[in-house]
């Protein structure tokens, strides 16, 4: 239905559907008050943008400055992990010096041992160690012919009083060495 400049009886404006207005109907507004909370509707608005943009603007900044500490942070847990690993692979040759040399072992072959703790070093030390021990009496452990031919006396070569007098000169060539 169409709006009509007709007043009903009681003096109202029938409403845009054709129904009389209620006593709850604010009723027409004038076009000063109407102008007036438009402005303020779109100054609000202005001011709603300005301050999401502002919001926006403080957001990406946190970001950045977040992924700046983060990265910082990744670059800094990354260097006290490389520090741990070079701490534990000293440590670790340390610990094989000292199985090896505690069973007899040279240095040179130190590396070769097993093991993450000394207890697992000693043990595979004192494996080696029986393997570079010589099986027989009198006869020089492997690997201990230093000088053409010539080769140095075992522990318990020196221990045998008889076959010290028997190779003096082998006892006092080894001990110039």
Known sequence: ???TDQPTP??????????????????PVPYARFAEVNKQAKELEVQLATFQSQAKATEEKRLAEEAKWKELAEKREQELTELRNQLTAASLNQMRLQAASQHGIPADLAGRLIGNTLEELTADAQKMAAYLRPTTPGVPPVGSNRTGGASAPTPEQL???????????KVLAANQR
């Not at 221990?159 to 000169?169: G, S, Y």
């Open 1 to 3: 239905m169409l709006l």
């Open 10 to 27: 009681d003096g109202q404006q029938p409403t845009a559907n054709g129904q009389q207005p209620t006593a709850t109907d604010p009723g």
């Open 159 to 169: 221990r045998d009083p008889k076959w010290v007098r028997e190779n003096k000169e």
